[in-house]
């Protein structure tokens, strides 16, 4: 059986990611943060990691992003899971602690402008929010986290969906050592040479080989003022022959490229 490492407990949303891609038949363990799952599958501990790379309300997770630059590991699978944020308590009493990790708490800004007086406390991952809530936590102590804390920790729910918006996803990367030979959907990241035009001479070759560019970021190049570097996903036609035909065109305009993976072009689950 291969092991998957997933940020957070059981109950996490990047464990029930790993739950739904994988169809629940591989062995999960836990990492308490991003480097522990690259650290974990470099030294061969699991096969395969389960990231968060963005999401629909607030956006990138940039720290996944620079590991994915920074390490070896390649993008192998993907998927999309709907977020349900739900409030819990242990007791009874007025919230004035919130316990959850920090990308929760700008997916519910909302409410928190609601109830300016509860102090928010990060976590590396909401499992581990509730599982702090259920063994030390006060009456007055509260946690955000997935639709199966309640049943997982013995926690109080107390108001589903307190996202700010209902159409909340979290887009989830599947990582892995080697670089898949079949996909239909590409990440790469790139930095084009700092001369007019060479931005649009990089993604010209997109329209005329008719690929769906579905995502574009760019962000600032660390130690170079004024420099970006470019994130792109791309979905390729039948075959992958014009693969090659664009790496080899966007070379000739880039400082370099990098193919963060090839993969299926993921599903969409419930969390």
């Known amino acids: 059986m291969k092991k998957v490492i997933c940020l957070g407990l059981p109950g996490s949303y990047s464990h029930i990611a790993g ?34 790379l963005e999401n629909s309300l607030s956006g990138s997770i940039y720290q996944s992003y620079d590991l994915l630059m920074d390490k070896s590991l390649k993008i192998v699978g993907e998927l999309e899971q709907k977020i349900s944020h739900c409030l819990y308590m242990k007791g009874k009493g007025e919230i004035k602690r919130c316990f959850s990790h920090p990308e929760v708490f700008k997916q519910c800004r909302n409410f928190f402008k ?66 898949n030979k079949p996909g239909n959907k590409v990440s790469l990241v790139f930095s084009v040479e700092n001369k007019p035009g060479s931005l649009f001479r990089t ?23 004024w420099e970006y570097i470019f994130f792109v996903d791309l979905v390729l036609k039948d075959h992958q022959n014009c693969l090659k035909t664009l790496l080899a065109e966007m070379k000739e305009h880039v400082n370099f490229i990098t193919v963060l993976g090839l993969y299926k072009k993921g599903r969409i689950y419930e969390s």
């Open 19 to 52: 739950e739904n891609y994988f169809n629940n038949k591989e062995e999960f363990i836990s990492s308490e943060s991003f480097d522990g799952i690259f650290d974990a599958i470099d030294k061969k501990d699991a096969e395969f990691g389960i990231l968060p």
């Open 114 to 179: 609601k109830n300016p007086h509860i102090e928010q406390i990060y976590f590396a991952d909401t499992s581990s929010a509730a599982l702090m809530l259920s063994s030390k936590g006060t009456e007055n102590d509260s946690a955000i986290g997935s639709p199966r804390l309640t049943k997982l920790y013995g926690l109080k729910l107390i108001e589903h969906d307190i996202q700010d918006n209902p159409n909340n996803y979290t887009r989830f990367v599947v990582v892995g050592n080697k670089m």
């Open 203 to 225: 993604l010209e070759p997109y329209s005329r080989l008719g690929l769906n560019l579905t995502k574009i970021e760019s962000r600032p190049l660390f130690g170079k003022p």
